[in-house]
């Protein structure tokens, strides 16, 4: 699935970094940057130009994805004309969800799964919102499933637990699991931002007590998380396609450690 870039522009021309500091003066090529943007708000309406202008400056790339959107395009990023396998589906708002996406790599069959949230129950109003499948819902599937294969689960996880008086946290992470004959042999969050708002969130320490709970680990297993800082702290739209992005780097390359801000910018363009 592709979003729509603003008007008037690409949507790659729209991701661009810029220096944070408040104190670092802006250089000549900052201005030649920006000058086709702020000499223009009259010809893209100056509502438009100013949310675009905005957008460029805190390194935005677009539109926060729901979790029925963001399914719906890693149907198009890990499709069958590229070898992806679909499994499963479930209905959400009227429309129909993949659960899985399957492709065997080096003798390990990667799991691309439907977005899941965080949240201890999953019948409430704000489960649906959230999208409709619990972390227990997940790896009772993928039990029943693969129950003797070797696999890697790549799950985008919706934060959706509330952040104090902010209510839910509406932040998109990716678990990576690694199973073995059903057993979860580890664990790993990427969370693309940095550690300051997980700190008070804990969001691996809240995947742990939900699969401890469910008795699908042992008391001395615990989720590990990775805060990758790709996503600027301002940025609070394009963790859904980190998560993708993260994706995709896993089953391409084996881990993350190519993964950066450039490359998720090219990948965001292709693919949103």
């Known amino acids: 699935m592709l979003i729509p870039p603003t008007a008037g522009m690409s949507a790659f021309d729209s991701f661009t970094e810029v220096c944070s500091s408040e104190t670092a003066p802006l250089l000549q090529h900052d201005h030649e940057r ?67 996406r399957v492709k065997e790599l080096a003798g390990i069959n990667y799991i691309i799964c439907a977005t899941t949230h965080d949240l201890p129950e999953s019948d409430s109003i704000a489960a649906h919102m959230a999208g409709g499948r619990s972390l227990l819902q997940t790896f009772t599937a993928l039990a029943e499933e693969y129950p003797q294969d070797t696999t890697k689960a790549l799950i985008p996880v919706a934060q959706s637990n509330a952040y104090g008086p902010f209510g839910p946290r509406g932040h998109f992470t990716l678990l990576e699991v690694d199973v073995d004959n059903g057993i979860i042999k580890n664990a790993v969050l990427h969370d693309s931002k940095g550690g300051l708002v997980d700190l008070f969130y804990e969001g691996a320490g809240r995947l742990t007590e939900l699969l401890r709970k469910a008795s699908l680990v042992g008391d001395d297993f615990s989720v590990t998380v990775e805060h990758r800082g790709e996503q600027s702290l301002l940025n609070g739209n394009d963790c859904g396609r980190f998560a993708a992005y993260y994706a995709a780097q896993i089953t391409a390359e084996g881990d993350l450690d190519c993964a950066n801000k450039k490359g998720a910018a090219a990948f965001f363009a292709q693919h949103f």
């Open 34 to 100: 920006f000058a086709n943007v702020v000499n223009a708000p009259d010809s893209v309406g100056f509502c438009s130009w100013l949310h675009s202008f905005i957008n460029r400056l805190l390194g935005i790339f677009g539109e926060k994805l729901s979790p029925g959107q963001l399914n719906q395009c890693l149907d198009s990023i890990f499709s069958e004309d590229k070898g992806w396998r679909k499994n499963g589906s479930f209905n959400l708002g009227g429309v129909d969800q993949t659960i899985f």
